[in-house]
T-cell receptor, first 114, second 113 residues
Framework: DTGVSQNPRHKITKRGQNVTFRCDPISEHNRLYWYRQTLGQGPEFLTYFQNEAQLEKSRLLSDRFSAERPKGSFSTLEIQRTEQGDSAMYLC????????????FGPGTRLTVT | SQKIEQNSEALNIQEGKTATLTCNYT??????LQWYRQDPGRGPVFLLL?????KEKRKERLKVTFDTTLKQSLFHITASQPADSATYLCALGFSGGYNKLIFGAGTRLAVHP
């Protein structure tokens, strides 16, 4: 297994458009997290899945954001009606509930809203 | 209010010296603390975890301390190398919280030959 993968790596979109990002976690990991990171800041927690259940959502996740993990494997994060303030790096991480607390991050998807 | 503070300015040190990075937090009660390394354009990479009942952890050239009274963690890199240049993030974890992490803003370390 090569680690957590994210697609696309970069996305440029116009304000008002919808975008969808995909995350493929490490295959045996049942926990999946989405974070958002802006320049000069650390990652901010957005949402958490254990298997297919979305168990926690940050208040940062407005109603324009939705995340799914339909079969407990890959996950998607959709942003509707994008705004310039959505421009950021979107990071996905996974971990195993049977392992330690460390999280394994993907390379991120950089979103630019023009 | 709740805060995590890391050195906001970049830390510049000479190769071979020990780098010491600081993470202070306010109004949190973490069960554990983690340190990650992040290179430009990449996701964070896990380095070390220390629990609230542990004072010190070591891994090769890395050492982390955790003082829950001072609400502070120190991260040391001994015999630093230019390849250690990166941003280092501290993150707080909590029991019963699905292991979501609260990150500091990070400290940029530059090791000069």
């Amino acid at each position: 297994d090569t680690g957590v993968s994210q697609n696309p790596r970069h996305k440029i979109t116009k304000r008002g458009q919808n975008v969808t990002f995909r995350c493929d976690p490490i295959s045996e990991h049942n926990r999946l997290y989405w974070y958002r990171q802006t320049l000069g800041q650390g990652p901010e927690f957005l949402t958490y899945f254990q298997n297919e259940a979305q168990l926690e959502k940050s208040r940062l996740l407005s109603d324009r954001f939705s995340a799914e993990r339909p079969k407990g494997s890959f996950s998607t994060l959709e942003i509707q009606r994008t705004e310039q303030g959505d421009s950021a790096m979107y990071l996905c991480a996974s971990s195993s509930s049977g392992g330690g607390y460390e999280q394994y991050f993907g390379p991120g998807t950089r979103l630019t809203v023009t | 209010s709740q805060k995590i503070e890391q050195n906001s300015e970049a830390l510049n040190i000479q190769e071979g010296k020990t780098a010491t990075l600081t993470c202070n937090y306010t109004n949190y009660s973490p069960a554990y603390l983690q340190w990650y390394r992040q290179d430009p354009g990449r996701g964070p990479v896990f380095l070390l975890l220390i629990r609230e009942n542990e004072k010190e952890k070591r891994k090769e050239r890395l050492k982390v301390t955790f003082d829950t009274t001072l609400k502070q963690s120190l991260f040391h890199i001994t015999a630093s190398q230019p390849a250690d240049s990166a941003t280092y993030l501290c993150a707080l974890g909590f029991s019963g919280g699905y292991n979501k992490l609260i990150f500091g803003a990070g400290t940029r370390l530059a090791v000069h030959p």
